[in-house]
């Protein structure tokens, strides 16, 4: 109850800390929009010369360009969120200090990335959408309960997202410059979840593979469960979700044990 | 000509003389070269990092061609364009951006110092601000974009097997060198803007690389109003759409006069008249954190 409370806490300030920024975040609302237009018009371009590509058609690949720029932030899909202060955290010996405090450090980081993710999906997710609603013929369901299974859908990209990072971001207990870690982390995270393309065009064994990969889980499967392709009438894609959520979570937890009892902190 | 003493006596710091002028153009740029070189050496001295670095950059920008190439595994063309024909927008369009972002790409830093104060600082060196903040951290993994687009455009030139007349050849270079200089206004004017909204850089991201992006695609892609607002708005389409359009033999979708083609280093310069009056009241409009 406590540790709920605790939790509950950290998050509701880490909503709050990225609620403060009014105008950054018009800004970053501005340029979602802006390359949702340019993507938008690229798809309608693709779609026109293959109907049916990827098993949408041209108005459900609309629909996950806008969902795609809505998701942007809020999973932190090209960086941003907690990962860089993280990791400047342990380069600098400063996790030291986070170590002895009576939190447990992944919740901690969990619950303010969370809170995060709040923010970012009320102010810089829904605008985007409303502005690619108005201006494309989107296909958007009109039963409640596939929205309710599609918020479920981004709450679980967002937690396989932390998991994701958190496992980057414990590398650099190990490596003194985990820039180039970084850089790969928000590479892997660009092209595996759907970001650039969806990942149903991707040709042959190659569009197979990525499809089971954890980063489907961050935009791929959340997009499907709103357009209704995938199975089970959603469920196939929120097990997937789940299921790579507990593996990567249990995978942070393991190598953080095996981070703060085998590593030195840097200067100590 | 204008250059008089009584100019000079006058008010010594607000009109200088063509002379003085150029002094201090010529004076920034070696300041800038001081910098710069400082920067690379001290990324030197951590030669793995860098060379991870420059990969990672080469892999990022890749990841959008990559993105092209998977498109055209399942189409043959796209708004009418073949993929050698995209690449040679993709090359130019990537190479051009790489130069001004090499070069110029640290302006989007600024908000970052007016808020932590730091721009106090720039403006006690006797060394012209804009330099210093251009050359500040200067990014030598940054050639990884730049090398990535050369690939790609070589590619495309080996692909598209056009008859190159030197008309032609002078056209694709002043096409990436006024390119790039149209990116780099378009990189100090967001800036300078953020003197006026510190927070607010992210806005440039959607003209620069957002530009960049667009200018990855013909434009036949896109809807006419987003075409009209790239060539007269933020004049984007010079950077490659219009004279890459005549060197690949397609009709321009606006149906402009056909010198529009070669009017992209006029309008570079003109672009960078106007960026440097905006920045001047940027600059000017500057008022340390906490007051």
Same mark, same amino acid.
């Given at each position: 109850? *406590? ?39 690229t798809?309608?371009a693709l779609w026109y010369e293959r109907?049916?590509l ?32 993280? *990791? ?12 002895? @405090? ?13 809170? @995060? ?9 829904? +605008? ?9 013929? %989107? ?39 985990? !820039? ?36 489907? !889980? ?9 357009? $209704? ?7 196939? $894609? ?8 507990? +593996?990567?979570? +249990?995978?942070?937890?393991? %190598? ?13 | 000509? &204008? ?43 951590? =030669? ?5 670095? /420059? ?10 061609? &990559? &993105?092209i190439m998977?498109m055209f595994s399942q189409v043959d063309a796209l708004g009418g364009f073949a993929l050698p024909e995209v690449a040679f927008l ?13 070069? /110029?790409?640290?302006?989007? =830093?600024?908000?970052? =110092?007016? =808020? ?97 992006? /667009?200018?990855?695609y013909p434009?036949t892609v ?26 690949l033999?397609h ?41």
């Amino acid at each position: 109850m *406590h540790l709920l409370r605790l939790n509950l806490a950290v998050a509701a300030s880490g909503f709050r800390r990225y609620a403060t920024y009014r105008v950054a975040t018009v800004a970053g609302v501005f340029t979602n929009t802006v390359f949702g237009f340019i993507l938008a018009y690229t798809f309608i371009a693709l779609w026109y010369e293959r109907p049916q590509l990827g098993g949408y058609d041209q108005s459900q690949a609309l629909t996950f360009v806008w969902i795609g720029q809505a998701m942007l932030a809020t999973a932190a899909l090209m960086g941003g969120g907690f990962q860089d202060e993280f *990791h400047e955290r342990v380069r600098n010996g400063d996790v030291a200090i986070d170590l002895y @405090r009576p939190v447990d450090l992944q919740l901690w980081w969990f619950a303010s990335d969370l809170g @995060r993710a709040a923010f970012q999906l009320l102010g810089r997710g829904l +605008v985007p959408m409303a502005v690619g609603a108005f201006a494309f013929e %989107l296909t958007l369901p009109s039963s409640p309960t596939v929205w309710l299974l599609f918020l479920c859908a981004v709450f679980l990209a967002v937690v396989v997202s932390f998991a994701l990072r958190y496992l980057f971001a414990l590398c650099g207990f190990w490596l003194l410059d985990a !820039a180039g870690l970084g850089a790969l982390s928000t590479l892997m995270s660009v092209f595996f979840s759907g970001m650039l393309l969806p990942l149903t065009v991707f040709p042959g064994a190659f569009g197979e593979v990525v499809l089971w990969l954890p980063w489907a !889980a961050t935009l791929q499967v959340p997009a499907d469960v709103l357009l $209704g392709e995938s199975g089970g009438g959603g469920l196939a $894609g929120l097990g997937f979700q789940l299921a790579w959520a507990v +593996v990567l979570l +249990v995978a942070g937890r393991l %190598l953080q044990a095996a981070a703060t009892s085998k590593v030195v902190v840097q200067g100590g | 000509m &204008a250059e008089t003493g009584a100019v000079e006596r006058g008010a010594p710091g607000r009109r200088l003389s063509a002379r003085r002028a150029l002094g201090r153009v010529a004076w920034g740029l070696r300041a800038y070269g001081f910098i710069a070189a400082m920067w690379v050496r001290s990324t030197m001295a951590y =030669r793995a990092s860098f060379a991870m670095m /420059l990969v990672a950059n080469f892999a990022t920008t890749f990841l959008d061609f &990559a &993105a092209i190439m998977i498109m055209f595994s399942q189409v043959d063309a796209l708004g009418g364009f073949a993929l050698p024909e995209v690449a040679f927008l993709y090359g130019t369009s990537c190479v051009a951006f790489g130069l001004s972002d090499l070069l /110029l790409g640290e302006a989007e =830093r600024i908000g970052r =110092r007016v =808020r932590d104060g730091t721009m106090d600082i720039l403006l006690m060196r006797p060394v012209p601000v804009l330099s210093q903040i251009a050359a500040d951290r200067f990014a030598l993994r940054r050639l990884g974009r730049i090398i990535q687009g050369s690939l790609v455009l070589g590619w495309s030139l080996t692909r598209l097997q056009l008859d190159w007349t030197a008309g032609e050849v002078l056209l694709t270079v002043s096409m990436v060198l006024s390119g790039g200089l149209i990116f780099g206004c378009l990189f100090v004017l967001g800036g300078a803007f953020q003197f006026w909204a510190q927070d607010a850089s992210e806005v440039q991201n959607a003209f620069t690389y957002g530009g960049t992006t /667009l200018l990855q695609y013909p434009p036949t892609v896109f809807g006419k109003e987003l075409v009209r607002g790239a060539t007269f708005v933020v004049p984007l389409a010079f950077v490659n759409w219009l004279p890459a359009l005549r060197v690949l033999g397609h009709d321009d979708p606006l149906g402009l006069p056909g010198w529009v083609d070669f009017a992209a280093p006029a309008v570079a310069l003109l672009c960078c008249a106007g960026t440097a009056l905006v920045w001047r009241a940027g600059l000017r409009s500057y008022r340390s954190t906490g007051s």
